[in-house]
């Protein structure tokens, strides 16, 4: 293999890896001229400054990602809970300074554990309540909203120092399939879509956004390729006068995996106009992933572009133009890391969310303890984070237990309420779909004949079609909101 090819084909690639320390293959392509990493929460420890600081002594100009975005999603925080408000709280307050100190926060935060790329803020406008993966990660159901707050959390971010990543582009916000798992098509009305969900990205580009990531779906009026493999939706970026860098969603997903392959997918990505390709999370594939899945994803990618450089079927002119750009923003940050000053730590996320958190219903007398029960969904691989700081920041030191409504039965379900309405604590009902999962809403009911002082805690989009107990709206599953909820249930705070 040409060492030159090799050397441009890393210059696009940001692969994820295990670990809480650098391994060996993966300092060597820095060394190499890797374009960087992306973290999840399988790096994330106390060493994290360190890791980041050998990362870049391997390769100064290393683009260091993090999907941290606040409120159901973040790396960071993966062991116990975001701590920092999320999208769909910001766009319920509709507070624009809350929303820029909420960007720069993030800012802080990536910045002092050494990386340099926020793959933030989410952008897509949430038009389909039963969307699987995207969800509380909108700020809403409006563009005008959405566009908004995607700049405010834009020129928080980039104030501080570091990149942000608007995503999922075109949009991903009118789908009811998850891309982690499929490949999702938009059926929309194309005029529709363009007014829609396309508007926030354009707010993006004009406000100066660094990148922008792809999204796996099909929008049939623009072709049969997904949006990362397709040159014409791509396309609309740069008829925008957007020339920041694309980058792609991660290409182990399923819909780029099972279809055109990791190795494939990279070669169409750039050939259709992508910059930076990001590999993923080797422990996507669950419990088929191999110890050494990073570096096998990795090479899959990198062997791809280099056979597509070879048989001709990718440009060279078009890996170097996608390189140019990725090293324009290293150049960037690298010169921002050097000047920037670290603003003080004083934001309060409680105190956004305590004028978010509401009581729909009647609102519940003071609770002595709280008797949990937690009946979400599983957590996506979007979101990647243990789902038991939930309800156990929610319970504290109370009573709690998890009911998986989807799979347990109905005789099941009705003996740990029978079991939690005993309880000396008060019964709270823990819910994330209330309109999209008829058997969450069922187990309201059943606990509201049991018990009527039960109450309810959603942290999914709140309930359009009202509930039978008193609900607290929290929109994100994080740590916080499960506290600031539990203050309100107890009757602690305002």
Not at 63 to 70: A, P, R, S, T
Not at 159 to 177: E, N, S
Not at 285 to 311: K, M, N
Request: net charge negative; hydrophobic share 45%; aromatic share 4%.
């Amino acid at each position: 293999m040409s060492a030159d090819l090799t050397r441009l084909a890393n210059s696009v690639l940001w692969p994820g890896f295990f670990g809480t320390e650098a391994p060996a293959w993966l300092l060597d392509e820095l060394r190499g001229g890797l374009a960087g990493v992306v973290y999840f929460g399988q790096n994330i420890g106390a060493g994290l400054p360190a890791l980041s600081a050998s990362l870049l002594e391997a390769n100064p100009d290393a683009l260091i990602g993090v999907d941290e975005e606040g409120g159901s999603v973040t790396r960071l925080e993966s062991a116990e809970g975001s701590t920092i408000p999320g999208a769909a709280q910001l766009g319920l307050l509709d507070d624009l300074v809350a929303t820029e100190r909420t960007g720069a926060e993030l800012a802080r935060r990536v910045a002092a554990v050494g990386a340099n790329v926020v793959l933030g803020p989410v952008a897509d406008v949430n038009t389909d309540p039963r969307n699987p993966v995207i969800g509380v990660r909108s700020f809403g159901s409006d563009e005008g909203l959405v566009s908004r707050h995607a700049v405010a959390v834009i020129d928080g971010i980039q104030d501080g120092g570091v990149a942000a990543c608007v995503k999922h582009f075109p949009g991903h916000g009118d789908t009811h399939l998850d891309s982690h798992h499929a490949l999702p098509e938009i059926s929309l009305d194309i005029e529709e879509f363009e007014r829609v969900h396309l508007e926030p990205f354009r707010a993006a580009v004009e406000a100066g956004v660094d990148s922008i990531m792809t999204a796996h779906i099909v929008v049939p009026a623009w072709g049969e390729a997904p949006a990362t493999l397709n040159p014409r939706i791509l396309g609309i970026l740069r008829s925008w006068g957007f020339d920041g860098v694309i980058i792609t969603d991660a290409l182990d997903m399923a819909a780029i995996r099972e279809t055109v392959g990791i190795g494939g997918g990279a070669a169409l990505a750039l050939a259709a106009g992508a910059d930076l390709l990001c590999i993923g999370n080797p422990t996507n594939p669950g419990e088929a992933a191999l110890p050494d899945q990073d570096l096998r994803d990795f090479l899959a990618a990198r062997d791809g572009i280099v056979a597509a450089l070879q048989d001709g079927s990718l440009s060279r002119e078009r890996v170097e133009e996608a390189s140019r750009r990725v090293a324009t923003l290293a150049a960037k940050l690298r010169a921002a890391a050097a000047t920037s000053v670290a603003p003080a730590d004083d934001f309060d996320a409680a105190e956004i969310l305590r004028r978010v958190i509401t009581v729909t219903g009647e609102q519940p007398a003071p609770a002595t303890a709280l008797a949990v029960v937690d009946a979400r969904r599983r957590s996506t691989l979007a979101v990647d984070s243990a789902a038991a700081y939930v309800a156990g920041s929610l319970a504290g030191d109370d009573r709690r237990i998890r009911l998986d409504v989807a799979s347990t039965e109905v005789s099941e379900q009705d003996r740990v309420l029978d079991e939690m309405t005993a309880d000396a604590g008060t019964t709270v009902i823990l819910i994330d779909r209330p309109d999209a999962d008829a058997a969450q809403r069922a187990l309201v009911e059943r606990a509201a004949a049991r018990d009527p002082r039960a109450v309810v805690v959603n942290v999914g989009l709140p309930a359009r079609s009202p509930l039978p107990l008193p609900t607290v709206e929290v929109a994100a599953a994080s740590r916080v909101g499960a506290q600031v909820a539990r203050e309100r249930l107890l009757g602690r705070t305002g």
